[in-house]
């Protein structure tokens, strides 16, 4: 019990410690998640240290055993979490704004599914990543692995650099002085439209779970009309009208729509 009561005056402690680093975490100050090995980590152990041994009327300190580390990086886990969280919620929603705008993909009923394409509905996933800026990126994914089985690998297939190849091109182009640009084009997938069906073939189909059916309702009030109940969750099938990240054919699509432009100014591809 005595052990157990010293490792709650530690956590409540280590919590009053960061509470203004919690605060200033949330105005968008940079917040390192391996604070303890800073100077401000350091401060906080010492200041929680002190508040023990204050409370407890023992004079001598020691240092954290085991159990006393793995409680001060959970609390600390903790607390990056529910940051990142509240951060995370507007990264999603940012994401799933910009494709809801771009029609990236229109809601469709469940009376209009037959059990084969509800069996090859692909399930999104929304991937958040943190920036060395402390901002949050949100990337909505269509999870295309679970398509390997019924696409052929001639669409899926598409002519990207190999890292050895573009390391190579590098030297040869450096060593003959020549002048190299490159560029980045935002939302290229987004920009890329579906091909048209070929006979026999079937609309891509896309299972959103989640938070995200919440999220989409949020953003627009007429998914709502769509959401079913599968297993006690709600769920929202929609059909793909451009390529979204993940999709195995996403990149051979738009090689072939960026090629045709490039095409059209002249450029001649050897």
Sequence with gaps: MRKKARLKRLRISLYQAVASKVKSRKKGEFWDKNVLST???????????????QQSGTEKKATYNVDESLVISRVIQQICDE??????KEAA????????????????????LNESKKRKAVDAMMLLAEKNSGDIKGCFVYKGNETRDWLSREDTASPTASHEGICCTGVIDAHKGRCMMSMDIPNAFTQTLMPDLGDGEDRVIMKVTGLMVQYMIDLDPTYCDCVVYENGKRVIYVVILCAIYGMLQALLLWYRILRASLEEYGFVFN
Excluded: M
Excluded at 39 to 53: L, P, V, W
């Design 39 to 53: 100077e401000a980590g350091r401060k906080i152990t010492e200041r929680a240290h002190n508040s023990i041994f």
């Design 83 to 88: 940051i990142f969280k509240e951060r995370g």
């Design 93 to 112: 929603l940012k994401e799933l704004d910009q494709l809801i705008k771009r029609s990236c993909w229109t809601p469709t009923s469940i009376g209009e």
